[in-house]
């Protein structure tokens, strides 16, 4: 009895696990060896012609490239942005309210749905928007910027404006738990401020930097609505390639695209972990 | 995001259907004391593209019938999803003739037995014949709706040549769409949907992304240039799916899109703003833009217009009360209050006499027979529309019905068309 008492203790946790992950995630790569026609949805059977399609397109490799630089840029500037903010909120304030409600702040965005976050921008950057408006009133220009809206700048704005507080949350976290005495002690060793940075607070917030990338890039990569909305529907992204897969109930190329997605984004998150392992860190 | 609230109607039917839910809940709660009551009030629950979901329909429904009516509005692909995998989970289906094409071999749907339809023979003979009024062919491409109209049995897998006793759908409402545009940021005539690919509107077009009906607007557009010659433009081959795509890619490369767009409220938002001036667009989207006080029309070209038609039909689960109900509701909609309706939406009824009977004669003449309004013309909720004199963009139901030159479409290379429609999105 003692001795199953600790896989009773797990077993919720599995159950839980096993139903909402590892079903559908299993149903999901053996969907993804099925034939299908348009009349007939779901053809069981054994065929690897859906991989051949997604590896065999040059789309796929364009829209992964596309998917990544996305990816890329808006991990790079939440980290920055994040990091930042991160560091002025468990640092610079020093009274533990004043620090809540800065905290707080960070959320408000948060208060809405981020599809409305999302199509805010539009009647702002659009070409009859505030900003060109502003611009225009000024005589900063001549002619609306078109590459406001609909583009690559704006999708990743959308996605830094979406996601640092991501990045916000685990790496404030771990700045939270560095004891002071430690940054005090590499100053009266001689330390400049940005030695006691590099030396001190980045390696010791590591875990909460490879949280909230994990986060980035998992959402970042999985993506399609926001890069739909802002993006003017002319941007590709693979979630997005899924989605239109789907909505033609073409489900075994979209389970395809999908594993693929999948194994990528886990590849992602392997490297990550490489560099930091989370689990000794917490 | 899967259940958007538009494809296309105006604005609020979300939550219209959610008043209609509340009231149907509130009926529940208010008659759950006499719930020994032999029977309950019969609640249809109607799931389509939402092109005809309105709330004044379903209060009318109530009215005349006692029937409680519950709007599952859903975007085109869903629907065709929702009819195949969760067919339990409505009673009628508002179906669009280019889904059935997918829906039926899945064995989902009843069909309808004309015998129960009082006024089948009254039904427009586009959808029973292929056929105008006055016997002219009407345009075959694409998935025209006389092709998938009669089913061989009750509950069929396959469609019949001609008429039988068994009807996929019973229409209900269809329209001949084309271009919209912004004639005040334009300021020249537009007449041929070549224009949306004119360099001229480079950064300021837009077309539908919406593989099947996306297609068919550029194979308007590619035909209209003279760059690609079609069979038949509702069914191509791959190399005219490779050509169209090879264009509308080059186009996009070009900076030619502004945007493209997927559901109803989009398109209604590029073209108020001003981001787009030249767009695919549907008939109450413009009416929409109009209604804000931006002028923008819906404009007929010289090449004919796109087809598109509705029907209600019955899926395979209903028991002899609800099916009895579902008759009655759809002998209802074709009787001529919906029809006047849906006809001052700027679509058109199936029956057309009837829905004569409910429009004065200013309305008939202006919707219908193409001529000068003599009095302010208003949207069924009250909304001035046109003041008196306007003409009606494209003219009579003749005139634009007349011009049809194709339908929406399922492709035989259906699953190839989206695959090279990603590649051009993702170009």
């Not at chain 1, 790569?29 to 026609?37: A, N, R």
């Not at chain 1, 890329?72 to 533990?96: D, N």
Request: proline share 5%; with cysteine; hydrophobic share 50%.
């Amino acid at each position: 009895m003692r001795a199953l008492a600790p896989y009773l203790q797990a077993l919720p946790l599995a159950l839980v696990f096993a139903t909402f992950f590892l079903v559908p995630v299993s149903l999901v790569v053996v969907v993804s060896f099925f034939d299908y026609q348009t009349y007939q949805v779901l053809i069981p059977d054994f065929v690897f012609f859906n991989y051949v399609d997604v590896f065999t397109s040059n789309v796929t490799y364009r829209t992964y490239l596309n998917t990544l630089k996305f990816c890329l840029l808006t991990w790079a500037i939440t980290l920055i942005l994040g990091f930042t903010i991160a560091y002025f909120l468990a640092f610079e304030i020093r009274s533990v309210p004043l620090q809540i409600f800065c905290f707080l702040l960070c959320t408000i965005p948060f208060w809405t749905s981020n599809v409305i976050r999302m199509i805010a921008w539009i009647p702002f950057l659009g070409r009859n928007g505030l900003v060109n408006e502003t611009l225009l009133a000024w005589g900063v220009i001549d002619a609306p910027i078109d590459w406001l809206l609909y583009s690559d700048f704006t999708v990743v704005l959308g996605y830094v404006h979406l996601y640092t507080l991501f990045m916000i949350v685990p790496i404030f976290n771990s700045m939270l738990r560095i004891d002071p005495a430690l940054l005090e002690a590499a100053r009266d060793q001689g330390a400049s401020a940005f030695q006691v940075l590099t030396n001190v607070v980045i390696p010791l917030a590591k875990p909460g930097i490879a949280i909230g990338s994990i986060f980035v890039v998992a959402i970042v990569m999985g993506d399609f609505v926001t890069v739909n909305v802002l993006g003017g529907g002319q941007i590709a992204s693979v979630g997005k390639t899924i989605a239109t897969e789907l909505s033609y109930l073409q489900f075994p190329p979209a389970a395809a695209n999908a594993v693929v997605l999948l194994g990528v984004t886990i590849l992602m998150i392997l490297a990550l972990i490489r560099i930091v392992d989370i689990r000794k860190e917490l | 995001m899967s259940e958007q609230t538009k494809t296309e109607g105006t604005g609020i039917t979300r939550r219209r259907a959610l008043e209609t839910t509340a009231l149907a809940a509130a009926t529940a709660i208010v008659g759950f004391p006499t719930v020994l009551r032999a029977q309950e009030p019969v609640t249809l629950r109607i799931a389509g593209t939402g092109v005809n979901a309105y709330n004044e329909i379903a209060e009318k429904a109530k009215e005349d019938l006692g029937f409680n009516i519950q709007y599952t509005t859903l975007v085109s692909d869903d629907v065709v999803k929702r009819a195949v995998t969760q067919p339990t989970s409505f009673d009628l289906l508002d179906v669009e003739y280019w889904m059935i094409k997918k829906i039926v071999p899945a064995g989902t749907l009843l069909g309808m037995d004309t015998k129960r339809i009082a006024l089948f023979d009254e039904i427009v003979p586009i959808f029973t014949k292929g056929e105008l009024p006055d016997g002219t062919k009407i345009a075959d491409q694409g998935t025209a709706p006389f092709e998938v109209s009669f089913l061989e049995e009750e509950g069929g897998k396959t469609f019949a040549s001609g008429a039988t006793e068994f009807m996929t759908a019973i229409p209900t409402v269809y329209n001949a769409d084309t271009l919209g545009i912004r004639p005040d940021l334009i300021g020249r005539p537009i007449e041929s949907w070549t224009e949306l690919l004119n360099p001229e509107f480079q950064g300021k077009a837009s077309i539908l992304n919406i593989p099947s009906i996306g297609i068919m607007d550029a194979a308007m557009v590619c035909e209209a240039m003279g760059a690609v010659t079609y069979a038949d433009k509702g069914n191509m081959t791959k190399e005219e799916i490779d050509q169209t795509i090879a264009i509308l890619t080059e186009a996009k490369k070009d900076g030619q899109f502004r945007a493209f767009w997927k559901d109803f409220n989009e398109s209604v938002n590029l073209m108020a703003s001003g981001e787009v001036v030249i767009q695919s667009m549907w008939s109450p989207a413009v009416t929409a833009v109009r209604q804000q006080g931006i002028p923008c029309v819906y404009q007929p070209l010289k090449e004919g217009y796109r087809a598109w038609a509705a029907g209600l039909t019955v899926p395979v689960h209903l028991d002899d009360r609800m099916r009895d109900a579902a008759y009655e509701f759809v002998n209802w909609y074709i009787s001529g209050w919906v029809g006047a309706f849906l006809n001052r939406q700027g679509y058109y009824t199936a029956v057309l006499e009837t829905a004569e009977e409910y429009m004065t004669p200013n309305e008939w003449g202006f919707w219908m027979e193409g001529q000068p309004a003599t009095a302010p013309i208003l949207s069924p909720t009250g909304e001035l529309l046109d003041e008196p004199g306007a003409v009606r963009d494209g003219g009579s139901y003749w005139e634009r019905m007349g011009a049809v030159a194709c339908w929406n479409a399922v492709m035989d290379e259906d699953r190839y068309m989206v695959r090279k429609w990603n590649e051009f999105i993702a170009a």
